[in-house]
C-alpha cells in the first residue's frame, strides 16, 4: 500500500541514496549493493500472541502502543494473509485493507470519552450534577435507550461512564451542543488530516453538521455518523494515560546502513495536547472504576491497574446486524505505559467479546515486551 511504512522507507531498503554515478560505477564493478536495515517498533511475539487469541472467523482489529514513547507494538488486521505467500488464491481481498489504520468504525460508547472530556472542559461544575436515567430519555423527535433499556436511576458522570449510559451521555450532547462537542472531538484529532513521517491513519470523523436534536444525541455517545479508526482510539485512550497529552505515533524503531551504523533512531514527539491534565486524572479515575465494577471487569489484570472502556456499535438501524464489540484502555504503569484498541466486527457486547481480547493483549505485552 501507498500509505504504509515500506513505502515511506522504499529508498532506504533499496539504498537508492548513492548518486547515479556511483551507482554506475558499482554496477559496473560488479559489486554487490546492500539495502538499509530497517526495524520497526512492532513485536513478532505480541502480534503473534494476539493474533492467535482473535476469535476465529471474524473480523476486527487490535493496535497496542506504547504511549509514553508513541511507538506502536502490535498491529493485528483480521482477515489477514500469509506475508510469504501474498498473492495466495484463498486470500480474501479485505486482507490487504489495514483495519487498524484505513478501517473506519462507528466507535459506540468508547467516544464517550471525548463527550465527558468535553463536559468537563466546557463545564466543571458537571462533577457535581446528577443524571437520572429510566432506562430511556424522550427527546425532541425521538428516543434513545440505555442498553437491554437498564434503568441507572440517579447517577454522576463518573458512574455514567462505568455503566455506560446511553441516557446521561445523550444528555451531556444536548447540554453541550454541537459546536462545542465537535471542538472537543477535533481536540481530540476528529477530522484531522494524520499524515506522520512513517504512515498515515485514515481520518476520523466527527459530522460537519447535524440535521435535528437526534443527530446531536446520538453523536454523544458515538453512533450516527460518527467514526473512528481503531489506532485513533488507542491513541486517544494513551492521551488519558498521559495527562492528556497525545504522542505521535511511530513504527521505525531504527535505520542502519550497510556498515551497521545508525543513520536513524526513535523520535519521540508530542502531537498535541487533548484536553486539560486535571479533565485527563477525571476520565482515568472514571475508566478505572469502569474496569473495577463496570463494563469492562473483564479487562482487569492481577497486579497492575488497568482503565478501559467498552462499546458495542451498533451498525444497522433495524438491529437486525450484532454490534461490533470494541475495548480501549491501558495500563497505568510506569514500567509498562501500554494503551490498546480492539474491534470486532459484528462481534456483539464489548464487555464479553472484545475486552478479554484486550486483557491478553496487555498480559502478553506486559511480559514480552518488558
Given at each position: 500500500s501507498g500509505t504504509g511504512v515500506e513505502s515511506a522507507y522504499s529508498a532506504q531498503l533499496l539504498d537508492l541514496s548513492d548518486s547515479l554515478l556511483e551507482r554506475l560505477s558499482a554496477l559496473f564493478n560488479g559489486e554487490k549493493r546492500r539495502g538499509n536495515t530497517v526495524q520497526l517498533t512492532i513485536d513478532a511475539r505480541l502480534t503473534e500472541a494476539i493474533s492467535t487469541a482473535f476469535p476465529s472467523g471474524y473480523r476486527g482489529a487490535v493496535c497496542v502502543m506504547n504511549h509514553q514513547t508513541n511507538e506502536i507494538l502490535a498491529m493485528v488486521s483480521k482477515p489477514d494473509y500469509d506475508p510469504y505467500d501474498v498473492g495466495g488464491e484463498n486470500v480474501e481481498d479485505t486482507a490487504y485493507l489495514n483495519r487498524c489504520l484505513q478501517g473506519l468504525y462507528t466507535p459506540g460508547s468508547v467516544f464517550k470519552m471525548v463527550t465527558m472530556a468535553a463536559a468537563l472542559e466546557n463545564d466543571p461544575s458537571v462533577l457535581s450534577q446528577t443524571f437520572l436515567c429510566n432506562g430511556a430519555w424522550e427527546y425532541e423527535?425521538?428516543?434513545?435507550?440505555?442498553?437491554?433499556?437498564?434503568?441507572?436511576g440517579e447517577i454522576n458522570l463518573t458512574t455514567a461512564l462505568e455503566k455506560s449510559c446511553n441516557v446521561t451521555f445523550g444528555k451531556l450532547a444536548y447540554q453541550l451542543g454541537v459546536e462545542r462537542l465537535r471542538a472537543t472531538a477535533e481536540n481530540f484529532g476528529f477530522n484531522e488530516n494524520f499524515k506522520f513521517g512513517d504512515f498515515m491513519i485514515y481520518n476520523s470523523v466527527f459530522p460537519e453538521s447535524v440535521k435535528n436534536v437526534g443527530g446531536l444525541v446520538w453523536a454523544g455517545v458515538g453512533q450516527g455518523e460518527v467514526l473512528a479508526t481503531p489506532q485513533h482510539m488507542a491513541m486517544i485512550a494513551g492521551a488519558v494515560a498521559n495527562g492528556g497529552v497525545m504522542m505521535k505515533p511511530v513504527l521505525v524503531k531504527r535505520i542502519e546502513n550497510s556498515m551497521g551504523v545508525a543513520t536513524h533512531t526513535l523520535e519521540t514527539s508530542v502531537y498535541r495536547q487533548a484536553m486539560q491534565p486535571s479533565t485527563a486524572e477525571l476520565l482515568e479515575r472514571a475508566m478505572y472504576e469502569t474496569v473495577q465494577s463496570g463494563t469492562a471487569s473483564r479487562a482487569a489484570i492481577s497486579g497492575y491497574t488497568v482503565c478501559g472502556k467498552t462499546g458495542s456499535a451498533e451498525t444497522s438501524d433495524d438491529k437486525s446486524v450484532k454490534t461490533n464489540?470494541?475495548?480501549?484502555?491501558?495500563?497505568?504503569?510506569?514500567?509498562?505505559?501500554?494503551?490498546?484498541?480492539?474491534?470486532?466486527?459484528?462481534?456483539?457486547?464489548?464487555?464479553?467479546?472484545?475486552?478479554?481480547?484486550?486483557?491478553?493483549?496487555?498480559e502478553k505485552a506486559i511480559q514480552v515486551v518488558g
Amino acid at each position: 500500500s501507498g500509505t504504509g511504512v515500506e513505502s515511506a522507507y522504499s529508498a532506504q531498503l533499496l539504498d537508492l541514496s548513492d548518486s547515479l554515478l556511483e551507482r554506475l560505477s558499482a554496477l559496473f564493478n560488479g559489486e554487490k549493493r546492500r539495502g538499509n536495515t530497517v526495524q520497526l517498533t512492532i513485536d513478532a511475539r505480541l502480534t503473534e500472541a494476539i493474533s492467535t487469541a482473535f476469535p476465529s472467523g471474524y473480523r476486527g482489529a487490535v493496535c497496542v502502543m506504547n504511549h509514553q514513547t508513541n511507538e506502536i507494538l502490535a498491529m493485528v488486521s483480521k482477515p489477514d494473509y500469509d506475508p510469504y505467500d501474498v498473492g495466495g488464491e484463498n486470500v480474501e481481498d479485505t486482507a490487504y485493507l489495514n483495519r487498524c489504520l484505513q478501517g473506519l468504525y462507528t466507535p459506540g460508547s468508547v467516544f464517550k470519552m471525548v463527550t465527558m472530556a468535553a463536559a468537563l472542559e466546557n463545564d466543571p461544575s458537571v462533577l457535581s450534577q446528577t443524571f437520572l436515567c429510566n432506562g430511556a430519555w424522550e427527546y425532541e423527535g425521538g428516543r434513545i435507550v440505555c442498553a437491554g433499556k437498564t434503568a441507572h436511576g440517579e447517577i454522576n458522570l463518573t458512574t455514567a461512564l462505568e455503566k455506560s449510559c446511553n441516557v446521561t451521555f445523550g444528555k451531556l450532547a444536548y447540554q453541550l451542543g454541537v459546536e462545542r462537542l465537535r471542538a472537543t472531538a477535533e481536540n481530540f484529532g476528529f477530522n484531522e488530516n494524520f499524515k506522520f513521517g512513517d504512515f498515515m491513519i485514515y481520518n476520523s470523523v466527527f459530522p460537519e453538521s447535524v440535521k435535528n436534536v437526534g443527530g446531536l444525541v446520538w453523536a454523544g455517545v458515538g453512533q450516527g455518523e460518527v467514526l473512528a479508526t481503531p489506532q485513533h482510539m488507542a491513541m486517544i485512550a494513551g492521551a488519558v494515560a498521559n495527562g492528556g497529552v497525545m504522542m505521535k505515533p511511530v513504527l521505525v524503531k531504527r535505520i542502519e546502513n550497510s556498515m551497521g551504523v545508525a543513520t536513524h533512531t526513535l523520535e519521540t514527539s508530542v502531537y498535541r495536547q487533548a484536553m486539560q491534565p486535571s479533565t485527563a486524572e477525571l476520565l482515568e479515575r472514571a475508566m478505572y472504576e469502569t474496569v473495577q465494577s463496570g463494563t469492562a471487569s473483564r479487562a482487569a489484570i492481577s497486579g497492575y491497574t488497568v482503565c478501559g472502556k467498552t462499546g458495542s456499535a451498533e451498525t444497522s438501524d433495524d438491529k437486525s446486524v450484532k454490534t461490533n464489540a470494541w475495548y480501549t484502555g491501558f495500563v497505568y504503569d510506569d514500567d509498562h505505559p501500554y494503551a490498546i484498541a480492539v474491534v470486532i466486527e459484528q462481534g456483539g457486547a464489548g464487555s464479553t467479546v472484545a475486552t478479554p481480547i484486550g486483557r491478553q493483549a496487555l498480559e502478553k505485552a506486559i511480559q514480552v515486551v518488558g
